[in-house]
C-alpha cells in the first residue's frame, strides 16, 4: 500500500506517486449497465486520526480523460474508473500522470498527482479544513432556486469546471458542476465548503439554466474570505437572440447552426448554447454578463455554407440582438479579365508536365470553391484565364496538386496588372521516390538517412511546436505508435520530423508532452521553419503535412495528417506488399 497526506498547501505542491503501469486488458472491468470500464486505481481515504471516511467521493483527471466524477466509496475503498469509450474517443493514452481528487463531507478536498493505472492501493488522509461560509446576494426581485448547486475549483480545474457547464441544444446542463469541494446548503442564499488552511486561490462558479448561466467569480484568495465568511453580490442577467435574415436566399440553405461560447481560458471554450436545426433564429436569456463568442452557419445543397463569428456583449437586463446576412457563393464574382501564366517545375528545376492542378477559392464566409483545373503541358506550363484583380481588394487563388494537400502556390493580381507569370514547384508525389533527406535523432543526437528505414513502410510527419494544428496529429500518431509496436515492428514505423530552430526546443516539447512512441528526428539542415533542406526537398508549404512511403522507398499518398486514418492506411500499405 502506497502512504500519501495532502500537503498543508492543500494543492501544489504535492507529493508524486511513481506507481507501476499495468496491462489495461488486466484493468478492464465489466460495468453493472454491461459497459467496459477500465479501472485505475483502488483508493482508501481516512481522516486525520486514521479511521475511513465513509462520505469520501474521488475521480481522477488526465488532459481529456476524465473518470466518472465523482465515485462513492464503498466499505472504506473508492474505485477510480474510466469508461473504455471515453478512452477510446480520447484517443490519448490511459497510462500516466493524473491528478487524483478526493473530497467528503467535513474535510477538505485533496488533490495528489498519481501515476495510474495501479494495482496498488492508495491511501489518502483528508484533513479538516478551514470552514467558509459562501452567501450569495441576488439581484432585486430574484430569488435563488431551491435546486442551485454553485461549484468551487482552483484555476488547475477551471477548464474541467467549465467543460462542466456545457449545455444541450434543450438548454440542459450535460451533468453536475464540477466543484472540489461537497458544498452544503445552510440557508436559501448561504452555502458553506471547506478549504485547507493554506489554500491557492479559488472560483465560483454558478451555470442554472432558469437562473444564471455562466456565472463566474473569483480568483478569491484568503485575505478576501473576511471571519470565515465570503459574499458574492450576483448580476442581473441578460439574453437575446441570434438570427439569419430571412429573403429569397432562406430556401437554399437546408440547416443553420449556431453556437455560443464562453472563452475560458488558453483557448479552451465552454459552449453554454447551441442549436442545429431548420431555424433561423437562437434565442438565448438568462446569461451572466459579459463577452461571447458567437458563431452562426448555415448549410447549401451544393455544399455551400456561410459561416460567420462575432464577439458579443451581453448586458444585465438587455436584449442582445444580432442579424447574419445570407448569401449564395457566385462564381462570377472572381471572374475577371486577369489571366495566369504558371510553370510547374520539380525540385530539380526541371520541367513538371502532365501534373493536375486546381484553381481554389476560398474566404471564411463561403468556404473552399474550385474554380477551374487544367493538366500541365509538356514543358510544365498551365494556363488560368478570367480571373478578377485589378484592385487593392484582388482575391487570392490556390494553385493545388490534385489530390494532394497544401497548396504548391497563391495566385493573385493586386493594383492594375492584369497579366502576369508564376512558377510552382511541384511536390514528389505518389509513384515518386521519396527524397533522401538526412536528419538528426531528437533522442540520440545520430545523423539519420530516411533510405536507413527502406523495407519498412513509413509515415513521415512534418511538424513543429509553434504550429497549433501539428499538436493533435502529433498527439495521435505517437498513440498509434502506442498500440501497434509491437505489431508493426521491423515493417512499419511512424517518424515525425521537426522543422524547428533548436533541437532542444524539441526535445524539450516532446518530453513534456510524452511523445516518446514515434521515431523523433529533426530537421538540422538548412534555415529553421519550412526552409530546412528535408522540407524543401519535399516541398512542404504548410504545416502539418504527412507522407506515407511504401517498403522501396516510394510516395504512396501525401496530405494533411488529419485527413487520414493513418493506421489504417498504414496496414493496407502493409497488407500489398
Not at 510553370?343 to 530539380?348: A, I, M, R, T
Amino acid at each position: 500500500m502506497i502512504h500519501s497526506a495532502p500537503s498543508p498547501r492543500g494543492f501544489f505542491p504535492f507529493p508524486k506517486l511513481y506507481v507501476a503501469a499495468v496491462l489495461i486488458a488486466v484493468l478492464c472491468r465489466r460495468g453493472a449497465a454491461g459497459t467496459d470500464e477500465i479501472e485505475l486505481v483502488s483508493v482508501r481515504v481516512v481522516g486525520p486520526t486514521g479511521p475511513p471516511v465513509e462520505s469520501a467521493q474521488a475521480c481522477a483527471r488526465k488532459g481529456p480523460i476524465v473518470t466518472k466524477p465523482w465515485a462513492d466509496a464503498r466499505d472504506g475503498i473508492i474505485h477510480v474508473k474510466v469508461k473504455a469509450e471515453v478512452y477510446e474517443n480520447s484517443r490519448e493514452q490511459l497510462g500516466g500522470e493524473y491528478d487524483l481528487m478526493v473530497r467528503a463531507d467535513g474535510y477538505a478536498p485533496g488533490i495528489i498527482q498519481a501515476t495510474l493505472p495501479s494495482k496498488e492501493e492508495v491511501k489518502v488522509t483528508l484533513q479538516t479544513g478551514r470552514r467558509v461560509e459562501l452567501k450569495f446576494i441576488p439581484p432585486a426581485g430574484r430569488a435563488i432556486p431551491d435546486t442551485l448547486e454553485p461549484a468551487i475549483y482552483y484555476n488547475e480545474q477551471r477548464r474541467q469546471a467549465w467543460s462542466s457547464a456545457d449545455m444541450t441544444p434543450t438548454r440542459i446542463r450535460l451533468g453536475p458542476l464540477f466543484s472540489i469541494c461537497l458544498v452544503e446548503r445552510l440557508a436559501p442564499d448561504r452555502f458553506m465548503f471547506q478549504l485547507p488552511q493554506v489554500s491557492p486561490p479559488f472560483y465560483v462558479m454558478i451555470s442554472q439554466s432558469d437562473f444564471l448561466i455562466g456565472f463566474e467569480a473569483g480568483p478569491f484568495s484568503k485575505e478576501q474570505i473576511i471571519e470565515d465568511k465570503l459574499e458574492i453580490s450576483l448580476p442581473e442577467p441578460g439574453g437575446g437572440y441570434a438570427a439569419f435574415q430571412k429573403s429569397e436566399l432562406s430556401a437554399a440553405y437546408k440547416d443553420f447552426q449556431f453556437n455560443l461560447y464562453k472563452d475560458v481560458q488558453d483557448g479552451v471554450f465552454s459552449t453554454l448554447n447551441f442549436d442545429s436545426n431548420p431555424n433561423v433564429r437562437l434565442s438565448f436569456e438568462n446569461f451572466a454578463p459579459g463577452d461571447y463568442t458567437l458563431k452562426a452557419q448555415a448549410y447549401g445543397p451544393k455544399g455551400d455554407w456561410c459561416p460567420e463569428q462575432r464577439t458579443i456583449t451581453i448586458k444585465s437586463s438587455e436584449q442582445t440582438v444580432e442579424n447574419f446576412d445570407l448569401a449564395v457563393f457566385d462564381p462570377l464574382s472572381v471572374k475577371g479579365s486577369c489571366n495566369a501564366k504558371v510553370s510547374l517545375v520539380k525540385p530539380d528545376g526541371s520541367p513538371a508536365s502532365n501534373v493536375s492542378c486546381e484553381l481554389i477559392y476560398a474566404d471564411d464566409h463561403f468556404g473552399f470553391h474550385k474554380i477551374d483545373e487544367a493538366e500541365s503541358s509538356a514543358d510544365g506550363e498551365v494556363i488560368f484565364e478570367s480571373l478578377a484583380g485589378g484592385s487593392k481588394n484582388a482575391p487570392n487563388f490556390w494553385c493545388n496538386v490534385r489530390g494532394q494537400g497544401n497548396a504548391i502556390g497563391f495566385i493573385t493580381f493586386p493594383g492594375a496588372i492584369t497579366n502576369r507569370r508564376f512558377r510552382f514547384t511541384v511536390p514528389p508525389g505518389p509513384g515518386e521516390m521519396a527524397p533522401d533527406i538526412r536528419l538528426i535523432d531528437i533522442e540520440s543526437n545520430q545523423s539519420v538517412r530516411l533510405s536507413n528505414f527502406r523495407g519498412q513502410v513509413v509515415f513521415l510527419d512534418f511538424w513543429a511546436i509553434w504550429c497549433a494544428f501539428c499538436q493533435e496529429p502529433m498527439r495521435e500518431l505517437n498513440n498509434i505508435m502506442a498500440r501497434r509496436e509491437d505489431d508493426w515492428r521491423n515493417k512499419a514505423t511512424i517518424i515525425s520530423v521537426s522543422v524547428d530552430k533548436a533541437v532542444e526546443e524539441a526535445r524539450k516539447h516532446l518530453k513534456q508532452k510524452v511523445w516518446d512512441k514515434t521515431r523523433n528526428l529533426w530537421a538540422s539542415d538548412g534555415p529553421p521553419d519550412l526552409e530546412r533542406d528535408a522540407a524543401k526537398a519535399f516541398v512542404i508549404k504548410g504545416l502539418p503535412e504527412s507522407i506515407l512511403i511504401d517498403a522501396s522507398g516510394k510516395i504512396v499518398w501525401r496530405g494533411s495528417p488529419r485527413a487520414i486514418d493513418a493506421e489504417k492506411e498504414i496496414d493496407r500499405v502493409l497488407k500489398s506488399r
